[in-house]
């Protein structure tokens, strides 16, 4: 009887026999070469235009390669991302690509996939490098360059502005990793490049429309001096264009609005005046995810972290750009 790797750990981990015939894994476990696999992928919701962009792009990619994928949404649950993750390592599956939903829950998750000799790949989002370590506890993080996303938007509202307006932050979700590096970026660049600009209030509207209207709305009832708005994600922005018109201010000329994502509302919303610039942050995922993993089985080496390109969005563009926006 042929016991597999993953069988023989998953069964008997832990047991000193175990350990003498499979060393525990000190890096990344193997992927057998073969033409289809088994994946896995966790979502973190499917609130929002980007989560729904980002699945599409993936079950697309896996039907395109003949992979069969166990698909799960964690509902804005991290509690439930890492219960998704334990039910695809009992399901056997050969890899898991993973976008978690915060930095550190998610951890048990990425290790429990090590222990039972699976490889994830992180996407989108990433986790406590201080609690993992890529190319070590998982093969990779493909993904934006979050930090940089904040600091382009952050540039280009000093340059449109000349250094100058009061700035109310609309955060997203809390401990999740671009809402993190957004926020480093845009209010480190902010600090350093216009020292007369303030950041009034920062709170997080958890990347959804609705939240992102309702903390707009107090937060500019409490700063009515407020001219800016810088929103992590387009869903939060355009709750925030409902917020400034319900106060009795025009978006684009009283409150300038800024964000990330490029979704195709949030491009339309330049066009019309109501958003002044948005970076980019490409939630079409799923071809560069799967080419990392048959890469990875074919025996190439696998860069720890992998940044995809941003496109940026201002009047100068977002007509002709609009077609291409998700
Ligand atoms: C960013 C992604 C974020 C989007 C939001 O890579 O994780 O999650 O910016 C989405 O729109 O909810």
Redesign the pocket.
């Known amino acids: 009887m042929i016991i597999d790797r993953r069988t023989l750990l998953v069964g008997t981990v832990g047991s000193a026999a175990a350990l003498a015939i499979w060393p525990a894994f000190a890096a990344v476990p193997p992927l057998k070469k073969k033409d289809t696999y088994k994946v896995g992928f966790a979502q ?1 919701e499917s609130n ?1 235009p ?2 729904l962009a980002q699945t599409a792009s993936m079950q697309d990619e896996a039907k395109k390669r003949g992979c069969q994928l166990v698909y799960t949404d964690a509902a804005s649950s991290a509690a439930k991302q890492v219960a998704d993750v334990n039910s695809m390592i009992a399901q056997g599956v050969d890899f898991i690509f993973l ?1 978690p939903r915060e930095e550190k829950p998610l951890i048990p998750a990425v290790m429990a996939a090590k222990k039972a000799g699976i490889p994830v790949l992180l996407i ?2 990433s986790v406590d490098p201080s609690l993992a370590k890529a190319g070590e506890d998982y093969l990779a993080f493909v ?2 360059n ?1 930090i940089q996303e904040g600091q382009r938007v952050a540039e280009w509202l000093i340059k449109t502005t000349g250094g100058k307006g009061k700035i109310l932050e609309l955060e ?2 809390i401990g ?1 990793s ?1 809402a993190n590096d957004r926020k480093k970026g845009f209010d480190d660049a902010i600090k350093a490049g216009a020292p007369d600009m303030v950041i009034l209030a920062s709170q997080s509207g958890d ?1 959804a429309r609705d939240k992102g209207r309702q903390v707009a709305e107090t937060l500019l009832q409490a700063h009515s001096d407020a001219t800016i708005i810088y929103a ?4 939060m922005a355009l709750g925030a264009i409902a917020a400034v018109e319900a106060a009795g201010k025009v978006p684009g000329k009283d409150i300038l609005i800024v964000s ?2 490029g979704e195709k509302d949030g491009v339309q919303a330049i066009v019309d005046g109501k958003i002044g610039a948005i970076c980019e ?1 490409s ?1 079409h995922f799923g071809p560069k995810a799967f080419e990392i993993m048959y890469s990875y089985a074919a025996g190439d080496k696998i860069p720890p972290v992998i940044i995809n390109p941003d496109r940026f969005y201002d009047a100068s563009n977002a007509k002709e750009m609009l077609a291409s926006a998700f």
Not at 232 to 235: L, P, S, Y
Request: negative net charge.
């Open positions: 973190t929002n980007w989560r976008a989108d989002r993904g934006s979050f997203g979700t999740a671009p990347f992590h994600n387009d869903e990330i994502d942050c939630p």
